[in-house]
């Protein structure tokens, strides 16, 4: 969501944070590690990964997590639109 927690996730992610988003932020807190993709400005087209069907909702489900310890070497993330599952 687009309210900061210190040390495990920044201001840009994209929505309000639901339970499943709680037990993530749970999740890093406990192995140390950061939501990467909150962390930096991107336009919205770079922050959804899911779009309804109609394509009036847009949710941000996919994230890159790393380990704390990296952080400083972390300069830019982005994700890509669509699928690549190779079928």
């Keep these: 969501g687009e309210t900061a927690v210190p040390g495990i996730a920044g201001k840009f992610g994209l929505g309000k944070r639901n339970e499943a988003g709680e037990k993530l932020i749970d999740f890093c807190q406990e192995n140390h590690m950061i939501i990467t993709n909150t962390c930096f400005k991107q336009p919205k087209r770079r922050i959804y990964t899911w779009t309804t069907p109609s394509g009036q909702h847009r949710?941000?489900?996919?994230?890159i997590l790393c380990n704390r310890r990296w952080k400083s070497s972390i300069t830019s993330i982005k994700t890509r639109p669509g699928a690549d599952c190779g079928t």
């Design 59 to 63: 949710n941000q489900i996919d994230y």
